[in-house]
């Protein structure tokens, strides 16, 4: 009987606070789209210049624009944009007529593709190496596990990539240093081509994650908590399961939603090193032929993405950590 | 005998400030060769000198690139603008992120609503598009990359310097600043930044990692320098294609990036470690004894005991110490004694950095020093329970009640269908509610006199022989810790298990325990049974501990004088749209002292925060020797401010540790008395110093050189300084031991009859009003139940409150005075 009460004054309260971070969300998402067009818009040259430069004159420069509608001033062009992309309309590319949300389609699966099998990789290790490590710390093995994720994280994913590249591409051959797939085929059909890709986005995110897990295990076993449990004899593997993992756990929650928004919303560096065509190299092209609908598609569904994790990794965290619900 | 070897490894911090070292030296090594290469390069960073990627040796000491240029030149060349651009970068950010982050979290309310909201959409948007957005807005080259790593590196600094600040500002003696009137400017430079920098510097080394990536991944995009240019991410990029005919033409700038960035980890990582590696310590390799029953069935027998520091000082020295089953010891000393130690040395268990050097332990009859873990786990399954001290940390977040006391039942190998029984059991042992939606709940729902009643189901729920509780009392109110002891002494009347009660307050000790140890420097000093060791204290230890919470005569009511130094009238303050005071009138005439005390919740620290004006959102009116006083603290004169002067709670963080004691104490007197000079400042603080007992020679020392109390007088000091009418006190002794908190209670009434300043004292202790005296006023849900004054109110309680408070107080028997006064 107690409980009821409590659960009706709850819901509304939860509701209340979903709405407002859905709002908050969207509001986001909002200021994000205007501030890229702004940038976009506002740097010198545009669209017109950037297909045409060197190879035609003022007039047909001229022509062109009035063709894209770039002679509008900008913030009817934003509302414009705005106004279609409420409607699910997204616009077509100014550089070559495609429809933004076509293009946006296919290299998203891509991306999506990459970023999904590194992130299934990442999770289990992660947390499994920081926990072996935390549990040993200070002994040998823990050393070990330390200096080499140390050295991970200092170096660049183009640098990890290059080397893997030098020696299973160029040393061994046994990978092919270029992962771009055949036309019309998706990289589903040749997952050899993801190896490498994979293991680059894997070496810097997962060393950090280890070192996540491994400081919130250390921190975990020093607790009190423990110190009951093991001093009232629970054996060692119940200790770890039910109080240290979950503990060391929660905090990582969020860190792993921001990787997981990192890896599936376009890498450039890998796509850019093994010519992978994913988000971030179309984006990177469409923003250098100032192709605005294109960036501003991509940028809406990355920033949208990484928003939309972000609360989904802070509900998580809520469930796991009742206390911290409560601290809000 | 057991022979015992402990082993204990070299100290760890030696070895890590000497890999701090070197890695610093390395960093300063590479730095300085990335500034000075182009100085040194032989050769211009474009020269062609030879075929592509030729060989070692000639003019190319290191081989050719992909154009043929000398790879040593270009390399040499190729660091400068790198960590130049990077260093840039991380400055400007930090510059823009500590104001906008700072200011945020000073302000607080919509401004840093608005500031987070920015920083997310920011955070929103993907490192490489806010990258090449950037470059298109500023060209490629050094400029627009610089620009971009400083967007990237510019949100994320915001929140960290903000959430630092925010910490910063929760420390009581940065509310002891603010409510003396210091300027915002002063606080964030003097109180917070001080003690943010090391946080911070390790924050900037991980964001200067940061500033490389973004920075050498640009070039090697393309983004950055532009050939002729040489750059070390670039030339990766240029040389990919050569890996096979020159590997060294990607190998060197890649060692070079590595060297760099390992170091700064490394640094980072040495300097300031994220969490300490407590390593579970000391093996002992020792040969059980044959764990044959001894004769005579003591729960507990520990004989010849000691401990030792890695440092070789002696924790414990050859303690002896017998429990008969169903007895409760109470093992009670000042903090350092080895109280602790003792009581988990009892169940095998010794902290890391000491170790057994003599001794046995017989739990059961059972030896437990030299058993391996395993066996070890087990012994403790059968025999053993322990209920830490703080409710907070004593039960795993995510485990529910029945699931937590379940862990211990199964560690006895009960069977699981046999569990909720046992687990109802338990719960009812520890006077919890055994129904389902109790059993259901997490630790967050749960008061903190439940929590550690949880723990103790759980310690209980085996039906262990000894049971240990590392001062399951001090971190409740009293009314909690109370029923808490009532408790143990009914599950002794149940023939509950020996337990081993380690307490630093003898009154509570004195209502449950048969027999009590008085532990100082490692030895057992004096122990029998409770009444004896009260009545007759043989030690010089006991005698302090009993002296301490020994009320001497009650204080005589202090002499009313006409005109009231503070008056407060009709304050009602709100929190949001709560309100949390209602309606409250105080009167406090000058050498006299008022005692608001009341349960947890009630509204005392609310209203010590309307009183400085830390918290401003009241009306009502406030007179200091009869003038009006605004609500906020930012609203008041100087003059004003000078009268009410703060002496905040916790002598941990009432002092800020980064400024010595007399610059401390300095400090107000700058602010109130600027027509004093520096020798008249030190002559001053000297005085100030030796008015609360301490001397001269304590003005050069930092806190952390000083004990609890003594910083509680140097707090005192420092509110003296100002010259105040009435000094608040909030709580000011309850983090320190008896014997302490008696002594500065005692110089706060010196100070009162001396000074003739008025006192307003906080506290959930109603010993501190029985000593102090004056009036009392008794606050509970926002309101004022009773006043009086403190002998009436306390003999006579009109409030259920106020009588509820009083049967609270443990009370010592014969032939210890009773606490409360009677008139």
């Not at chain 1, 709405?19 to 998402?29: D, E, F, N, Y």
């Not at chain 2, 060989?55 to 400068?80: E, I, K, N, Q």
């Not at chain 2, 915001?158 to 509310?175: F, G, K, S």
Request: net charge positive; hydrophobic share 50%.
């Amino acid at each position: 009987m107690r409980g009821v009460p409590r659960l009706v004054r709850g819901v509304p309260r939860l509701l209340r606070r979903a709405l407002r971070a859905s709002a908050g969300a969207v509001g986001t998402l909002l200021a994000a789209s205007a501030l890229v067009f702004a940038t976009t818009a506002l740097a010198p040259g545009d669209a017109a210049t950037a297909r045409l430069a060197g190879r035609a004159g003022p007039e047909q420069i001229a022509v062109l624009r009035h063709q894209l509608g770039l002679d509008d001033p900008p913030w009817t062009r934003y509302l414009h944009w705005l106004w279609h992309a409420l409607h699910g309309d997204l616009g077509t590319s100014y550089a070559n007529g495609t429809p933004v949300s076509q293009l946006v389609a296919e290299r998203a699966g891509n991306s999506l593709l990459l970023g999904a099998v590194t992130a299934l990789l990442l999770v289990p290790l992660g947390v499994g190496l920081g926990l072996w490590a935390g549990l040993r710390a200070g002994r040998a093995a823990d050393r070990v596990v330390s200096l080499g994720t140390l050295t991970l994280v200092s170096l660049p994913e183009f640098v990890v990539g290059t080397l893997l590249v030098l020696l299973f591409a160029v040393g061994l051959g046994w990978l092919p240093a270029v992962s771009v797939p055949a036309a019309g085929q998706s990289p589903f059909t040749q997952p050899e081509l993801l190896v490498l890709p994979v293991l680059t986005l894997l070496s810097v995110s997962l060393a950090q994650n280890v070192r996540l897990v491994r400081s919130g295990v250390i921190e975990a076993a020093g607790s009190d908590a423990v110190l009951a449990a093991r001093l009232g004899g629970v054996p060692e593997h119940r200790v770890v399961l039910r109080w240290i993992l979950p503990a060391a756990v929660v905090p990582a929650v969020p860190v792993l939603a921001r990787y997981l928004a990192y890896l599936l919303g376009g890498t450039l560096v890998a796509e850019s090193l093994f010519g992978y065509p994913g988000l971030a190299t179309a984006l990177v092209n469409a923003t250098a032929s100032r192709d605005t609908p294109v960036v501003l598609g991509i940028a809406l569904l990355v920033a949208g993405l990484t928003v939309t994790l972000n609360l989904a990794a802070d509900a998580l965290a809520a469930l796991l950590n009742p206390a911290a619900r409560r601290a809000h | 005998m057991t022979t015992v070897r402990a082993t204990v490894r070299a100290a760890v911090p030696k070895r890590r400030r000497l890999r701090a070292w070197a890695a610093g030296g390395v960093l300063a090594a590479t730095v300085l060769l990335a500034l000075a290469g182009p100085a040194l390069a032989p050769h211009g960073p474009g020269e062609v000198l030879d075929l592509p990627y030729g060989p070692a040796g000639g003019a190319a000491p290191l081989g050719t690139d992909h154009l043929g240029a000398d790879l040593l030149s270009r390399f040499l060349h190729g660091g400068r603008s790198l960590v130049l651009l990077s260093l840039g970068a991380l400055g400007a950010a930090y510059l823009g992120g500590a104001v906008v982050g700072m200011t945020a979290a000073l302000r607080g309310g919509r401004l840093d609503a608005w500031v987070l909201r920015g920083a997310d959409v920011l955070l929103s948007l993907p490192a490489f598009l806010l990258l090449s957005v950037t470059v298109v807005a500023t060209g490629r080259g050094s400029l627009g990359v610089g620009a971009a790593a400083a967007v990237v590196l510019f949100p994320e600094i915001i929140r960290v310097v903000r959430a630092c600040t925010l910490q910063a500002l929760q420390h009581d003696y940065v509310e002891a600043s603010l409510a003396r009137g210091e300027r915002t400017w002063y606080v964030l430079v003097r109180e917070v930044l001080p003690n943010a920098a090391p946080v911070l510097t390790a924050d900037a080394g991980v964001r200067f990692v940061g500033a490389v990536f973004i920075v050498s991944t640009a070039s090697f995009l393309g983004y950055g320098a532009q050939p002729p240019d040489a750059d070390w991410g670039l030339m990766i990029l240029e040389n990919r294609d050569g890996l096979s005919l020159q590997p060294l033409a990607v190998a060197v700038p890649a060692a070079a990036l590595l060297v760099l960035l390992l170091t700064v980890n490394l640094l980072v990582d040495s300097a300031f470690p994220g969490v300490a590696v407590r390593r579970r310590a000391v093996q002992l390799a020792a040969e059980p004894e044959p764990t044959a029953p001894e004769s005579g069935d003591s729960a507990l027998s520990v004989r010849e005991l000691t401990v030792r520091a890695e440092s070789g000082s002696t924790v414990l020295d050859r303690v002896d110490l017998d429990l008969a089953p169903g007895r409760i010891l109470a093992l009670v000393g000042a903090s350092g004694s080895g109280k602790t130690t003792l009581a988990l040395a009892a169940l095998g268990e010794v902290r890391p950095g000491l170790a057994v050097a003599g001794g046995t332990v017989r739990l059961a009859g059972q030896s437990v020093l030299g058993l391996r873990e395993r066996a070890l786990r087990a012994l403790r399954g059968r025999h053993a329970g322990y209920v830490p001290q703080d409710p907070r940390t004593s039960l795993a977040p995510t485990l529910r009640v029945a699931d937590l006391v379940g862990e211990f039942l199964r560690a006895r190998a009960v069977p699981r269908s046999d569990r909720p029984e046992l687990v109802a059991a338990a719960l009812r042992l520890a006077r919890l509610p055994d129904d389902p939606a109790f059993r259901r709940r997490l630790p967050h729902q749960l008061s903190g006199g439940q929590r550690q009643r949880v723990a103790l189901a759980a310690a209980l729920a085996h039906r262990p022989d000894l049971l240990v509780l590392d001062e399951p009392t001090s971190a409740l109110d009293p009314a909690t810790a109370a029923g808490l002891l009532a408790d143990l002494r009914q599950l002794r009347a149940d023939g509950g298990p020996a337990i081993l009660l380690v307490a630093h307050d003898l009154a509570q000790v004195a209502e449950v325990a048969d027999e009590v140890a008085v532990l100082a420097d490692g030895r057992i000093v004096e122990r029998g049974p409770v009444a004896e060791v009260l009545a007759r204290p043989a030690s010089a230890a006991g005698r302090r501990l009993v002296e301490a919470v020994r009320v001497t005569a009650a204080p005589k009511a202090l002499p009313r004088v006409a005109e009231p130094v503070l008056e407060l009238a009709g304050l009602t303050a709100r929190r949001g749209r709560a309100i949390v005071l209602d309606g409250i009138d105080l009167v406090v005439a000058p050498g006299d002292c008022l005692s608001v005390v009341g349960p947890s919740g009630g509204g005392k620290t609310t209203l010590l925060r309307c009183l400085t004006g830390l918290h401003g959102d009241w009306s009502g009116e406030l007179r200091l020797a009869g003038a009006a006083v605004p609500p906020a603290v930012r609203d008041r004169s100087r003059a004003q401010l000078r009268r009410l002067q703060l002496v905040p709670q916790d002598p941990q963080d009432s002092l800020n540790p980064r400024h010595p004691v007399g610059a401390a104490v300095a400090r107000p007197l700058r602010l109130h008395r600027p027509d004093l000079g520096p020798a008249d400042v030190r002559a001053e603080v000297h005085r100030l110093l030796d008015r609360v007992g301490l001397s001269g020679e304590h003005a050069e020392r930092l806190p952390a050189g000083l004990s609890g109390g003594q910083r509680q007088r140097v707090a005192l000091a420092r509110a003296l300084a100002a010259g105040p009418d009435v000094l608040l006190c909030d709580e000011a002794t309850s983090a320190l031991d008896p014997p302490t908190a008696a002594t500065v209670l005692a110089l706060l009434d010196e100070l009162r009859r001396e000074l003739d300043v008025a006192l307003v004292v906080v506290t959930h202790d109603l010993t501190v009003p029985a000593r102090l005296g004056g009036r009392i006023a008794v606050l509970a849900d926002g309101t004022v139940r009773e006043t009086g004054e403190v002998a009436d109110v306390l003999a006579h309680p009109a409030d259920p409150v106020t009588a509820q408070l009083l049967t609270a107080v443990p009370a010592l028997p014969e032939p210890a005075p009773t606490r409360t006064p009677h008139p």
